[in-house]
Nanobody, 119 residues
């Protein structure tokens, strides 16, 4: 059974930092690209950051220079370090695992963790 368990969300003031973690089990972690998505109330879910199975990264423009995605294959965990947080970053953050093999379609989601940026 595949499980992705996010943690690290919470309430933080503007300009503050949070570090999200997503622990994966039930998959061969090193064969999956990992992504962080977010969904704010009334908005569509959007990709925030992505890291491939070989460590290449990509970010949405609004978080470049503030957020850093990383992975630890030994711990089967992906992280999102979020610095200089803004109220616009408020959302539920979800972890997603996608098979890196382009001939496979399996993908899995975590349950989400709430991030609220407010003074």
């Amino acid at each position: 059974q595949v499980q992705l368990v996010e943690s690290g969300g919470g309430l933080v003031q503007p300009g503050g930092s949070l570090r999200l973690s997503c622990a994966a089990s039930g998959i061969i972690f090193s064969l999956y690209n990992m992504g962080w998505y977010r969904q704010a109330p009334g908005k569509q879910r959007e990709l925030v950051a992505r890291i491939t199975n070989i460590g290449s990264t990509d970010y949405v423009d609004s978080v470049k220079g503030r957020f850093t995605i990383s992975r630890d294959n030994a711990k089967t965990t992906v992280y999102l370090q979020m610095n200089n947080l803004e109220p616009e970053d408020t959302a539920v953050y979800y972890c997603k695992a996608e098979a890196a093999n382009p001939y496979r379609a399996d993908a899995y989601w975590g349950q989400g963790t709430q991030v609220t940026v407010s003074s």
